[in-house]
């Protein structure tokens, strides 16, 4: 996600500095786009800071061995914890850096497409003051609410969409015991009120046609829907369909799960009433 979103960076005519823990992977990204390689101790001293790891443990390492330069805005786009982002923001502003937490959806093509749906949590004077560098990679940026609240809307945006799969999958297992044509009858709830970005993107281009191609690890899936129910706890809620949602999708074990697109989370079903989506 974010070698693409980098991408679009050098299109706003600003020098872009890039880091990557794979050190060539900079190096390429700066051949291919015009940004710039550079250390992680340099990449911290630009006027914005974006970060896109797997988890917010990753991004607060790196925060708390390099320290940003006063008065820079750090935008974590990690799919985090909303209280880390909270720990984060107030160690931050001990130095002058504001943090947002900017979470991304839209997949790898909204990436590439610089298309992505952006939800930021964090101090709104600093949004509108990075609004308009986040826009280069941007379909929708929207604000949501104090820190940590971009991450709570990216963990339960991320249970709804294992719910529609989860679901779908469900239904079409149905279909077929039933005899039923699941092409034909995923044409008819794409026409009609059961459709989801699942049925309209997910279900055809990679289960139905049994290809699974890894663009979302399955694994990272289950952290988000860990997150989630996590917040459940912190609110004393026992919402049934969340928690069921969780055991579901963590049917897979954790070490498969990182090598598995999350789309291949049905594969469990699959198996277990020997019913085979396709």
């Not at 820079?72 to 943090?99: E, H, M, N, Q």
């Not at 991450?151 to 779908?168: D, E, P, Q, R, S």
């Not at 290809?211 to 997150?227: E, M, N, R, V, Y």
Request: charged fraction near 15%; include cysteine; aromatic fraction near 6%.
């Amino acid at each position: 996600m974010g070698w693409h979103m980098a991408s679009h960076l050098p299109k706003l005519g600003h020098s872009v500095w890039v880091w990557n823990r794979t050190q060539q992977k900079a190096k390429d990204h700066a051949q291919l786009f015009g940004t710039i390689s550079v250390s992680i101790e340099q990449a911290v001293q630009a006027d914005y800071i974006f970060s896109c790891l797997p988890t917010s443990a990753d991004v607060e390492q790196l925060i708390r061995q390099y320290t940003p330069k006063s008065g820079s805005i750090w935008i974590d786009c990690t799919s985090g914890v909303p209280d880390v982002a909270r720990s984060l923001s107030a160690f931050l502003k001990t130095v002058g850096v504001d943090y947002l937490d900017a979470p991304v959806s839209g997949q790898t093509i909204g990436a590439e497409n610089g298309t992505l749906t952006v939800m930021i949590g964090g101090n709104q004077a600093a949004f509108e003051k990075a609004k308009s560098i986040i826009q280069a990679f941007s379909h929708l940026i929207e604000y949501v609410g104090e820190s940590g609240s971009g991450f709570a809307v990216k963990a339960v945006n991320n249970t709804l969409m294992a719910t529609h799969l989860w679901a779908l999958a469900e239904g079409l297992t149905l279909l077929k015991a039933k005899g039923v044509n699941l092409n034909s009858a995923l044409n008819c709830i794409n026409h009609s009120s059961g459709q989801s970005a699942m049925s309209l993107n997910i279900m055809a281009q990679k289960v139905l046609n049994r290809s699974f191609p890894k663009t979302f690890a399955l694994d990272l899936l289950q952290k988000d829907i860990g997150i989630a129910v996590d917040l459940l706890a912190q609110e004393n809620l026992d919402l049934q369909l969340l928690r069921l949602v969780d055991h579901q999708m963590s049917l897979t074990p954790k070490r498969q799960a990182s090598e598995l697109d999350f789309s291949a989370a049905v594969q469990q079903l699959e198996q277990q009433y020997q019913i085979e989506l396709s």
